[in-house]
């Protein structure tokens, strides 16, 4: 799977979500709690893959899934730019001190997965869009 293609089905998906709770009047609030991973697992269980297994991407007691993946990723399938004999396919924007590059084979790829950033409300408050498209408008190149 493509990033531009998970994006889409994602951005798919998560609009469903917002539609019925907005339509239920939910305020930012709440519709950013209905988004707690243990409510997720229960009430959307086909919004993530690890739902299935209960298994949480990040190991966080309190860990909330509105802004997978999130605003401060940069992608391009096409490939960004050479690094030597790589291809750099995403980057951190911020550079965050717990993400990393890694390379897999010839591609090198933003790895998120020591980073909680963007699972934590304090960062969702700020920047929460009820359009998870307009949130994360920036990660594609
Ligand atoms: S390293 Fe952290 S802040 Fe940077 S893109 Fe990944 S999750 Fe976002």
Redesign the pocket.
């Known amino acids: 799977m493509t990033y531009t293609s998970w994006f889409k089905e994602h951005a798919r998906k998560h609009k469903i979500i917002i539609d019925k709770l907005v339509a239920k009047n939910y305020t930012k609030e709440q519709i950013i709690e209905y988004f707690d991973f243990d409510n997720m697992v229960a009430e959307e269980n086909n919004f993530c893959l690890l739902y299935k297994d209960n298994e949480k991407c990040h190991d966080m007691e309190k860990l909330n899934c509105y802004l997978c993946?999130?605003?401060?990723?940069?992608f391009d399938d096409k490939g960004i730019k050479k690094v030597g004999k790589n291809t750099q396919f995403?980057?951190?924007?911020?550079?965050?001190k717990?993400?990393?590059q890694d390379v897999y084979s010839t591609r090198i790829h933003?790895?998120?997965s020591?980073?909680?950033?963007?699972?934590k409300l304090s960062y969702i408050k700020k920047h929460f869009d009820l359009d998870w498209s307009k949130a994360m408008k920036q990660c594609i190149l």
């Open positions: 993946a999130c605003p401060n990723f940069r995403s980057f951190c924007d911020i550079n965050h717990d993400g990393s933003q790895n998120c020591k980073c909680d950033v963007p699972h």
